[in-house]
């Protein structure tokens, strides 16, 4: 696959070192209906009023009180300003909502706040309301903290100038993004739509510990407390990085396909391009079944597959790249069956992790 194409858009739009976890051994986070049911799924944990006294802690000021610098991401879904406060002059991300309306974005407000106090997502300042006559007009706005680039764009760049990311840079992404996604799941919250387009590379913490790296955009996020919205059809997210249950007709979205997605983003970045490039989900599904194999009859049921095949991941992420320590966490995040996918706190107590401190590694930039 040449290494310029693009990943299709969003939709709507065993270990060796350590044995292999089922979700229920760190169990962290419960089980939640996916974010794009017409409907909840009957559950004793939901709770109906929850999103309202999410939302009655959701401060909402007006949009002039910020300055509007440029326009830094439009799409489908919505567009993206970089602003500065003018009272304090912190600098910003103003984000509009194209579909869903008012009820997505607060929605998306609504699980930005149940993750507060996560370093490893984006912080939520508050909502605006836009001012009538003006290119943002009297609708509602996430004031989100300005964290940077992408990291598919800085995964691009070091690409394209030659320069891609190496071993210990791939492991300090991967550790921020592993504590970010823990304590999300801890929380009840599951992404559904993890890739290197929803991650932003921060600027340095000020620690001298290198550049934070922070997930965004919960537009597609699960929450157990937060009904999802009201939409029906297939389950959503982005082809490339869509965990194989989804792939096989999985309607709801839990912990296990954050995990697949990490894997996929992992191996993203030691290998310089994205593993599985399918055009659509039969062809993606053959792309994976291809790289990793068939481990056995149980994993395939499904797909009425039972013929044992072996594992190519190896030739796709080579030891050059990537150390075994490495390899054992990237081939317990693509387990193809999600009971026996690594959890993130499992993947962070593999010798890949506890055997090196990060914190004087370099940066991606």
């Given at each position: 696959?040449?290494?310029?194409?693009?990943?299709?858009?969003?939709?709507?739009?065993?270990?060796?070192?350590?044995?292999?976890?089922?979700?229920?051994?760190?169990?962290?986070?419960?089980?939640?209906?996916?974010?794009?049911?017409?409907?909840?799924?009957?559950?004793?944990?939901?709770?109906?009023?929850?999103?309202?006294?999410?939302?009655?802690?959701?401060?909402?000021?007006?949009?002039?009180?910020?300055?509007?610098?440029?326009?830094?991401?439009?799409?489908?879904?919505?567009?993206?300003?970089?602003?500065?406060?003018?009272?304090?002059?912190?600098?910003?991300?103003?984000?509009?909502?194209?579909?869903?309306?008012?009820?997505?974005?607060?929605?998306?407000?609504?699980?930005?706040?149940?993750?507060?106090?996560?370093?490893?997502?984006?912080?939520?300042?508050?909502?605006?309301?836009?001012?009538?006559?003006?290119?943002?007009?009297?609708?509602?706005?996430?004031?989100?903290?300005?964290?940077?680039?992408?990291?598919?764009?800085?995964?691009?760049?070091?690409?394209?100038?030659?320069?891609?990311?190496?071993?210990?840079?791939?492991?300090?992404?991967?550790?921020?993004?592993?504590?970010?996604?823990?304590?999300m799941h801890e929380r009840g919250v599951?992404?559904?739509?993890?890739?290197?387009?929803?991650?932003?590379?921060?600027?340095?913490?000020g620690r001298g510990r290198g550049r934070?790296?922070?997930?965004?955009?919960?537009?597609?996020?699960?929450?157990?407390?937060?009904?999802?919205?009201?939409?029906?059809?297939?389950?959503?997210?982005?082809?490339?990085?869509?965990?194989?249950?989804?792939?096989?007709?999985?309607?709801?979205?839990?912990?296990?396909?954050?995990?697949?997605?990490?894997?996929?983003?992992?191996?993203?970045?030691?290998?310089?391009?994205?593993?599985?490039?399918?055009?659509?989900?039969?062809?993606?599904?053959?792309?994976?079944?291809?790289?990793?194999?068939?481990?056995?009859?149980?994993?395939?049921?499904?797909?009425?597959?039972?013929?044992?095949?072996?594992?190519?991941?190896?030739?796709?992420?080579?030891?050059?790249?990537?150390?075994?320590?490495?390899?054992?966490?990237?081939?317990?995040?693509?387990?193809?069956?999600?009971?026996?996918?690594?959890?993130?706190?499992?993947?962070?107590?593999?010798?890949?992790?506890?055997?090196?401190?990060?914190?004087?590694?370099?940066?991606?930039?």
């Amino acid at each position: 696959m040449p290494l310029s194409k693009c990943p299709p858009p969003s939709r709507a739009e065993g270990s060796l070192l350590a044995p292999k976890r089922r979700p229920e051994d760190d169990a962290p986070a419960p089980s939640v209906p996916s974010a794009k049911r017409s409907k909840p799924a009957a559950s004793s944990t939901t709770a109906p009023g929850a999103t309202t006294n999410v939302l009655d802690n959701i401060p909402i000021g007006r949009v002039d009180s910020y300055k509007i610098l440029d326009k830094i991401g439009a799409g489908a879904f919505g567009d993206v300003w970089k602003a500065r406060h003018r009272s304090t002059g912190q600098k910003v991300a103003i984000k509009s909502v194209r579909a869903g309306g008012k009820a997505a974005l607060l929605r998306e407000a609504a699980l930005l706040t149940a993750c507060a106090g996560n370093p490893g997502v984006v912080e939520l300042h508050e909502v605006v309301r836009g001012g009538g006559g003006t290119e943002m007009d009297d609708k509602l706005y996430l004031v989100m903290e300005y964290a940077g680039p992408s990291l598919h764009s800085v995964v691009g760049a070091r690409r394209h100038a030659g320069r891609p990311l190496v071993e210990d840079e791939a492991r300090r992404v991967m550790r921020w993004l592993l504590r970010g996604v823990r304590m999300m799941h801890e929380r009840g919250v599951v992404h559904c739509d993890l890739k290197p387009g929803n991650v932003l590379v921060g600027k340095e913490d000020g620690r001298g510990r290198g550049r934070a790296v922070k997930i965004c955009d919960l537009g597609l996020a699960s929450s157990a407390t937060v009904p999802p919205p009201d939409t029906s059809g297939p389950v959503q997210g982005t082809l490339w990085y869509m965990a194989p249950e989804q792939l096989t007709g999985d309607t709801e979205c839990s912990a296990p396909v954050d995990l697949w997605s990490l894997g996929c983003v992992m191996a993203e970045l030691v290998a310089g391009k994205p593993i599985f490039q399918g055009s659509d989900v039969f062809e993606q599904l053959g792309e994976i079944v291809h790289l990793l194999g068939i481990p056995d009859e149980v994993s395939l049921m499904s797909l009425g597959v039972s013929p044992s095949t072996p594992s190519h991941l190896r030739d796709a992420v080579p030891e050059e790249r990537l150390s075994p320590a490495g390899f054992d966490v990237l081939r317990g995040l693509l387990e193809f069956d999600p009971r026996d996918r690594l959890t993130s706190a499992a993947a962070l107590q593999m010798p890949w992790f506890t055997g090196k401190d990060d914190d004087d590694a370099p940066s991606p930039a």
